[in-house]
Each structure stands twice: as structure tokens, then as C-alpha cells.
């Protein structure tokens, strides 16, 4: 019996990146037909089943699933090349922020910024993200801080995927950093987030998740345990930036609460590892912010890997610590200055990345999937992670349809 489908790519090696046993998921089939937005088979080519009017020659290249990265900050206004000026002069990270910079400058410019002017920028530095391939893309908000601003960033944030072939997953970081008109009384502002913020999040279903910034310069332990039971109580996802600049035992925090993810953790104690494999949490390695910090702490690869943790990468674009839009230098940056092999790191913004955003459909190329696919003009996947700026997909479908 055949069946009718949408579209069918033939000839192509697949890289799946299912867990089947072999690298990189690689599959014996060569042909995929789509249906309705997802796969709906993977066959052989002398399977003659499926049928499409629109047939695609993928003349052997590589189909991979689309990259999903799964930490950005890409909705903000202004920049900040001033603190890249003062940084380069001896000035560090954290002075500047402590000084009235830093996270707090963006907020200033988010809070001026009209909804147009950011949905413009935002779609922007998105499109340089999805020409690279990414189909799927977590966006935090965290530069309004007040309610209006940070609604008006989620906001935002939706509507890129009406601009662009990409899903996006809106994220609530209220907890980024004390907002200057709250800075005498931190705990005010928390109190304001889990009574005020979270609920109206909730309630116009504007995130599914809500991240915190574990940090001397961001939020305690104490105050991010606020923040964690208050998205609970309102059943969204929780995930944390940890462990960045040092050691709170944020991540032990956020298990603790079963969060999706842990981000960042350069500074995280092997021994609270078994505590992130226990609770399925994804630990988020973030070079960008390391190189563009020029940090020397490393977070632990090789005991996240004999734990078992899964390891996600994301690019973390945005204004501060990581204003790189381009997904394929960040793998890059994984292995070079991480360690991870070229597996890892597509593992990293695939499979992975799925799991550290909650969502079950996307970042394998497997029966039931969306169908999100990337198709690569290379000799082999690793080819990818090897070079920086070597390659673009030579065709791509998102939801299944070509774009
Ligand atoms: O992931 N660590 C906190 N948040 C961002 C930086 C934001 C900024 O500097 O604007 C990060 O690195
Ligand atoms: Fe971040």
C-alpha cells in the first residue's frame, strides 16, 4: 500500500542523532518523506511505500536535524561595545556591573526601547542564527525586570517566529539582576517577582520556563530558592545560570528543585554532579561567555561525561558577555577551548538541547519528529565542528516545509 506524503528527500546519509548505538546516530536508510510538519517514515530506496509529488535530490549529502539553541538572551536594546572599551582597559565583568553597568545598562536601554525597535533587532540577530542552520531557539527576557518591560520582552520574543522559519521558547529571568531602584532592598524585589511576576508570566502563558542568575552579582542561594518554588507552584520549568564566576552551589539548588538545565558551571564542584545526574538536569556549557570573558575556569567536562550528564551548548547571545550570533563558531569553541569532540558537541545542540528546554519533538530526526532538517554539503558531521565559518546548510525545512 503506498502513502501519500508531502514531500520525500532521497539520497541523503543521515546523521539522525538518535541514540541508536552508532555515532552520531547515523541511520542505514537514505530517504525521508515528510507529512504534515513531521517525519513521517525513513526508508530505503528501493522502498517504494511512500509517495510525494514533490520529490528532493539530496545527492548524498548529510541530513542532519536543525540546531536548537537553547540559551540566548537576544532580546535587548543598545549595546554595550563601551564596557568591551573599558574591559579591554583592565576593567572586569564584575566592576562593571558593580559600578551601575553591565546587565543594569541594557535594562536601562531595554526599558527605552519601544516594541518595534526591539522585535527588529531581535529578528536580526535570530535570522544570523537560523541561516546557520537552527531551527529552535530558547529566548530569555531579564532586561526589563519590571513587569511591563519583561511582558513586553516575552512578547517580543514570540513574534520572532512570525518573522522567521524558527520556534521559539520564551524564558522569564526576572532573577538577573537587583534592579536599580530595588538595590537597597533585594529581597523586596524577589518577594516582587514570585507575588507579581511569575503568576501574570503564568497566567498569559508567556514562558514555560523561569531562570535565575546565581551569582554574588546576580541573586543568593536563599533568593533563588524563592524564585525556584514560586515557578513551581505555578508548574513552570525551572533552569538556572550557575557557577559562572564562582562557587554558591547554585546547581546543587536548582537539582534540587529538578531543573531542566544548569548553565554556564565553570566553577561547579565535581561533587555536586551526581546531584544533577540524579535529578535528569542538562548541564549548558557556554564558551562564548568564557572566551569572551576571557576566563581560565573550565567547567568539569571530563567528570560531566563520567557522570553521565548530558552536555547542551548554546551560543548565550547577548549584549554582555557573548555577543556572538553564530551558532557554528560556538561548536567550534566547545571543542577547542572545552574538550568536547564533534559527537558531543552536536549532541550538544541537538538532542541535548532539546532536553534542557522540556521538549520532547525536536532535535533528532526520528518517526514522529518535526520535521526540522538541515542539509550539509560535508564528507562527514564532525566537518561541522572542525571549521569556523566554512559552511551553511545547502537546504533546510522547518515544520516541513523548505526554507
Ligand atoms: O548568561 N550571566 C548572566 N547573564 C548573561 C549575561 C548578560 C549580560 O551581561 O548582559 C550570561 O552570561
Ligand atoms: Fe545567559
Not at 531562570?211 to 533568593?223: H, K, L, N
Not at 538556572?240 to 565553570?266: P, T, Y
Not at 560556538?330 to 541537538?350: H, K, R
Request: a neutral charge; aromatic letters at 6%.
Amino acid at each position: 500500500m503506498t502513502k501519500q506524503c508531502d514531500v520525500v528527500i532521497e539520497n541523503v546519509r543521515i546523521a539522525s542523532m538518535q541514540k541508536n548505538g552508532k555515532a552520531y546516530g547515523i541511520l542505514s536508510q537514505s530517504c525521508v518523506a515528510i507529512k504534515d510538519g513531521k517525519v513521517l517514515a525513513i526508508f530505503g530506496s528501493s522502498d517504494t511505500s511512500y509517495q510525494s509529488s514533490k520529490k528532493v535530490d539530496g545527492e548524498n549529502k548529510w541530513l542532519l536535524p536543525g540546531f536548537i539553541d537553547c540559551h540566548t538572551h537576544l532580546v535587548y536594546g543598545g549595546n554595550r561595545a563601551n564596557e568591551f572599551e573599558q574591559r579591554l582597559q583592565g576593567k572586569t565583568y564584575t566592576e562593571i556591573a558593580q559600578q551601575g553597568g553591565g546587565i543594569q545598562g541594557t535594562v536601562n536601554a531595554t526599558r527605552d526601547a519601544s516594541e518595534l525597535t526591539l522585535l527588529t533587532s531581535a529578528i536580526k540577530r535570530a535570522a544570523r542564527l537560523v541561516k546557520e542552520g537552527v531551527t529552535c531557539i530558547e529566548v530569555k527576557s531579564g532586561y526589563g525586570l519590571d513587569l511591563d518591560t519583561e511582558l513586553k520582552m516575552l512578547k517580543v520574543a514570540k513574534q520572532i517566529s512570525e518573522h522567521l522559519p524558527v520556534s521559539i521558547i520564551p524564558t522569564y529571568l526576572g532573577a538577573h539582576t537587583v534592579p536599580i531602584e530595588y538595590r537597597s532592598n533585594p529581597d523586596d524585589y524577589v518577594q516582587f517577582v514570585c507575588d507579581q511576576v511569575i503568576p501574570a508570566v503564568a497566567g498569559q502563558q508567556l514562558a514555560s520556563c523561569v531562570d535565575v542568575f546565581c551569582e554574588s552579582i546576580g541573586f543568593s542561594p536563599a533568593q533563588c530558592r524563592k524564585i525556584f518554588a514560586a515557578a513551581k507552584t505555578h508548574k513552570l520549568n525551572v533552569k538556572a545560570h550557575v557557577e559562572q564566576l564562582s562557587d554558591l552551589k547554585g546547581a546543587k539548588l536548582a537539582a534540587e528543585f529538578g531543573a531542566i538545565s544548569v548553565d554556564h558551571i565553570e566553577y561547579l564542584d565535581p561533587k555536586d554532579i551526581p546531584a544533577l545526574k540524579q535529578s535528569g538536569t542538562v548541564a549548558v556549557l557556554l564558551p562564548g561567555a568564557f572566551y569572551y570573558l576571557s576566563e581560565t575556569q573550565k567547567p568539569p567536562v571530563a567528570a560531566l561525561r563520567a557522570n553521565k550528564v548530558p552536555m547542551a551548548i548554546a551560543t548565550d547571545l547577548n549584549p554582555g558577555s557573548s555577543p556572538i550570533a553564530s551558532i557554528l563558531t560556538i561548536m567550534n569553541m566547545a571543542s577547542v577551548l572545552f574538550g568536547l569532540t564533534p559527537e558531543e558537541v552536536l549532541q550538544g545542540v541537538t538532542l541535548h538541547a532539546a532536553k534542557a528546554l522540556d521538549i520532547a519533538n525536536k532535535g533528532q530526526i526520528q518517526t514522529g519528529m518535526d520535521a526540522d532538517l538541515c542539509l550539509w554539503d560535508i564528507e562527514h558531521p564532525a566537518e561541522l565542528v572542525y571549521g569556523i565559518n566554512q559552511h551553511r546548510p545547502a537546504a533546510k525545512w522547518f515544520a516541513g516545509r523548505e526554507c
